[in-house]
């Protein structure tokens, strides 16, 4: 088995525990940033997938999973830290040794303060600049009940 991607992974574990050590208001929003780029690219998908549900094509869906990896990227990219990826990295690291689980807590902690502040400071941008007052915003109304109704079905 390939052993180099682990390494990257206690790698960039530790990397982000410096960050930490260094100024913890820049770990914190780090991980504000990431849920603010994940906001914005759930918008864009919705924003994306709607031209294509108006125009009754099968591409809404596909379209709107295609526009959310830019979400992805943008956190990849834009160095933020985003709680999920932290569980994987953190843990991992302090399963083998290189951190201790007490600081693992802590940034499991932080990082997770710190993405529901950003998804909190983006939504109340969101509100105020009354996008969802838009009547192309209405797929995701549709999208949200679509789901919701497979979710009762299923039980």
């Not at 990295?89 to 950003?118: C, E, Q």
């Not at 939504?123 to 009354?130: D, E, F, K, M, P």
């Given at each position: 088995?390939?052993?180099?991607?682990?390494?990257?992974?206690?790698?960039?574990?530790?990397?982000?525990?410096?960050?930490?050590?260094?100024?913890?208001?820049?770990?914190?929003?780090?991980a504000?940033?990431?849920?603010?780029?994940?906001?914005?690219?759930?918008?864009?998908?919705?924003?994306s997938?709607?031209?294509?549900?108006?125009?009754?094509?099968?591409?809404?869906?596909?379209?709107?999973?295609?526009?959310i990896?830019?979400?992805?990227?943008?956190?990849?990219?834009?160095?933020?830290?985003?709680?999920?990826?932290?569980?994987?990295?953190?843990?991992?690291?302090?399963?083998?040794?290189?951190?201790?689980?007490?600081?693992?807590?802590?940034?499991?902690?932080?990082?997770?303060?710190?993405?529901?502040?950003?998804?909190?400071?983006?939504?109340?941008?969101?509100?105020?600049?009354?996008?969802?007052?838009?009547?192309?915003?209405?797929?995701?109304?549709?999208?949200?009940?679509?789901?919701?109704?497979?979710?009762?079905?299923?039980?």
């Open positions: 088995m390939e052993n180099k991607p682990f390494v990257n992974v206690e790698y960039f574990a530790l990397k982000k525990l410096k960050i930490y050590r260094d100024s913890v208001l820049r770990f914190l929003l780090r504000i940033m990431a849920s603010m780029f994940l906001g914005f690219g759930v918008i864009v998908a919705f924003k997938g709607h031209f294509f549900h108006a125009a009754y094509t099968p591409f809404a869906y596909p379209m709107a999973a295609i526009t990896t830019v979400a992805i990227l943008l956190i990849a990219y834009g160095g933020a830290d985003l709680f999920i990826g932290n569980i994987f990295y953190f843990a991992y690291t302090a399963i083998r040794g290189k951190m201790k689980w007490p600081d693992v807590l802590h940034l499991w902690l932080i990082s997770y303060i710190g993405n529901i502040l950003g998804a909190g400071c983006f939504s109340l941008l969101i509100h105020i600049t009354g996008l969802y007052n838009d009547p192309t915003v209405k797929w995701i109304s549709f999208c949200m009940h679509q789901q919701a109704n497979h979710i009762i079905e299923s039980f």
